[in-house]
């Protein structure tokens, strides 16, 4: 599974460029569910959303600022490319799939205060 998912990468690249964007966010959730960080099936109720908000929230405000700052770097290969693929997703649900972009940034962030910080965590942290 691991050495495809550079090609999975680029099919969904690929699936979006064609305007396939629905199939492209199926194909991203299914690779993350691979990955450890699964998502609804179906559309994100209100309840979800905000237990997920709620659970972000939490973890956040159980660091300080200087915890923030100097959070380690992710070290766990599966985290860092789940955080790619959440990346992808990311910008596939803000255009094609919005009610789900909240729990990709919500998962984004909880990923980065639990494993660390990688390069794609700005993305989360500005979202």
């Known amino acids: 599974f691991?050495?495809?998912?550079?090609a999975y990468a680029t099919l969904i690249?690929?699936?979006?460029?064609?305007?396939?964007?629905?199939?492209?966010?199926d194909l991203g959730f299914d690779v993350l569910a691979h990955l450890g960080e699964s998502f609804p099936d179906s559309t994100p109720d209100e309840s979800m959303i905000f237990a997920d908000y709620t659970k972000?929230?939490?973890?956040i405000e159980t660091k300080t600022d200087d915890m923030l700052l100097n959070l380690?770097?992710?070290q766990d290969k599966n985290k860092v490319a789940a955080m790619q693929f959440l990346k992808?997703?990311?910008?596939?649900?803000?255009?094609?799939?919005?009610?789900?972009l909240p729990l990709?940034?919500?998962r984004m962030?909880?990923?980065?205060?639990s494993h660390g910080v990688c390069k794609e965590s700005p993305f989360a942290f500005a979202g």
């Open 72 to 74: 380690h770097l992710m």
């Open 104 to 106: 990709t940034t919500f």
């Open 109 to 113: 962030t909880q990923v980065s205060l």
């Open 2 to 6: 691991y050495d495809k998912l550079r």
């Open 88 to 100: 992808s997703m990311f910008f596939c649900t803000y255009f094609f799939k919005q009610e789900f």
């Open 13 to 25: 690249d690929a699936l979006v460029a064609q305007e396939k964007s629905s199939e492209a966010a």
């Open 56 to 59: 972000t929230k939490q973890m």
